[in-house]
């Protein structure tokens, strides 16, 4: 079975901290991505990696930046947080970049 | 521009009938297409794809069905179950897109 595991389930930050949020698969995926999802909006990409040390800009990468120093672990980081960035955050893996993804659990960040 | 469509946030249907839930896309390159199902608190799980030189897929209880013609593709559960109650994410790619572009969802709930 695949499993992907981020760091946190429920995160509380306050504005202007630096906020990482951690992603691991254990099945060996090229592909890494990380979505927010927020109520009437879907799943939006923030940023993908297809290999280590590569990132490509999602639809919404502003305000995040990405680290993937090892295969298997994708980090997002929110460089100075924001309110605007409340939201439901998922990380997903995949064989390649158009096969089906699969999702961690998902970390509820809320910034106050 | 959005790209892929899920019109009806939501569905209510009674147990034991059809559900059926539509997606519209507008980019003409999409060529492959997938539904996840996501229970609240989880994240995403992939269900069933279609590929472009298909119409139909079938998988138990669940249809994916494409009209490449009217860039429209539907999923029919039967016969729906108490248990389908959750979210349902359209998503298309391409095979240069290295990404799977996703729709807003739909709610669905099934009835006892």
């Known amino acids: 079975d695949v499993k992907v595991t981020q760091s946190s389930r429920y995160l509380v930050k306050r504005t202007g901290e630096k906020v990482f949020l951690e992603c691991v698969q254990d099945m060996d995926h090229e592909n890494m991505f990380w979505y927010r999802q927020d109520p009437g909006l879907g799943l939006r990409l923030i940023y993908f990696s297809y290999d280590v040390k590569m990132k490509e800009k999602g639809d919404i990468p502003e305000g995040y930046s990405v680290s993937r120093e090892k295969k298997e672990r994708f980090s997002l980081i929110l460089e100075s947080a924001s309110t605007n960035q409340t939201s439901m955050y998922l990380c997903a893996s995949s064989w390649d970049r158009t096969s089906e993804q699969y999702f961690g659990p998902g970390t509820r960040l809320t910034v106050t | 521009d959005q790209q892929v469509k899920q019109n009806s946030p939501s569905l209510s249907v009674q147990e034991g009938r059809i559900s059926i839930l539509n997606c519209d896309y507008t980019?003409?390159?999409?060529?492959?297409f997938l539904w996840y199902k996501k229970y609240p608190a989880e994240g995403p799980t992939f269900l069933i794809s279609?590929?472009?030189?298909?119409d139909k897929n079938e998988d138990g209880r669940f249809t994916v069905f494409l009209n490449k013609s009217a860039k429209h593709l539907s999923l029919h559960i039967v016969p729906s179950q108490p248990g389908d109650s959750a979210v349902y994410f359209c998503?298309?790619?391409?095979?240069?897109?290295?990404?799977?572009?996703f729709g807003d969802g739909t709610t669905l709930t099934v009835k006892p």
């Open positions: 980019n003409s390159m999409f060529d492959y």
């Open positions: 279609i590929s472009s030189i298909k």
């Open positions: 998503a298309a790619s391409y095979t240069n897109a290295g990404k799977s572009t």
